[in-house]
T-cell receptor, first 113, second 115 residues
Framework: QQPVQSPQAVILREGEDAVINCSSS?????VHWYRQKHGEAPVFLMI?????EQKGHEKISASFNEKKQQSSLYLTASQLSYSGTYFC??????????????FGRGTQLTVWP | NAGVTQTPKFQVLKTGQSMTLQCAQD?????MSWYRQDPGMGLRLIHY???????DQGEVPNGYNVSRSTTEDFPLRLLSAAPSQTSVYFC??????????????FGPGTRLTVT
């Protein structure tokens, strides 16, 4: 039930754009995105809900295709501070397990000056 | 407001020893969970709790026990440590689910080595 993230790693120059993808084999209720810097705890970025509501980060956007069980995270005009590992967490709609997240293996993003 | 706190930050155990990783939150969150993070594996759910007195297993529960006697605390017990339990452990909390998951707040982590 672990979602699949792609690519595994991305290297960018400052100002370039990147897309990180997350897909699941299960019908999804929500998709969460987190960023983790080396040696630190993951930090919440964004939630995308079934039905289209989106809450999260002002400089990073995302989409959620419910029919394909996929989400994409868009980082535009990347900054050095964007470097880190990005994780998607998926929540499937199964009654008693609402709220339980399955995380992908992560995408390591490196931004160079 | 300390958020989510974990102790200890680092721990070395010998195979067969037991110990408890502590987790506390001061945000009155009802949902708490424990994850382990291994290189290249992402975050894997060990156990979670939707409120005091209610716990359930995650993806990798074997070798771990939890209990939730208060809203604030959610300790993780290793019954008989094994080298395969060498990992970084994160505790997280969020508001109670009422139809969907909310953003999770993670503690700083405990780095555990079992020799």
């Amino acid at each position: 039930q672990q979602p699949v993230q792609s690519p595994q790693a991305v290297i960018l120059r400052e100002g370039e754009d990147a897309v990180i993808n997350c897909s699941s084999s299960k019908a999804l209720y929500s998709v969460h995105w987190y960023r983790q810097k080396h040696g630190e705890a993951p930090v919440f970025l964004m939630i995308l809900l079934k039905g289209g509501e989106q809450k999260g980060h002002e400089k990073i956007s995302a989409s959620f295709n419910e029919k394909k069980q996929q989400s994409s995270l868009y980082l535009t005009a990347s900054q050095l501070s964007y470097s880190g590992t990005y994780f998607c967490g998926t929540e499937d709609h199964r009654g008693s397990t609402l709220g339980r997240l399955y995380f992908g293996r992560g995408t390591q993003l490196t931004v160079w000056p | 407001n300390a958020g989510v706190t974990q102790t200890p930050k680092f721990q070395v155990l010998k195979t067969g020893q037991s110990m408890t990783l502590q987790c506390a939150q001061d945000m009155n969150h009802e949902y708490m969970s424990w994850y382990r993070q291994d290189p290249g594996m992402g975050l894997r759910l060990i156990h979670y709790s939707v409120g005091a007195g209610i716990t359930d297993q995650g993806e990798v529960p074997n070798g771990y026990n939890v209990s939730r006697s208060t809203t604030e605390d959610f300790p993780l017990r290793l019954l008989s440590a094994a080298p395969s339990q060498t990992s970084v452990y994160f505790c997280a909390s969020s508001k109670k689910t009422s139809g969907r998951a909310y953003e999770q707040y993670f503690g700083p982590g405990t780095r555990l080595t079992v020799t």
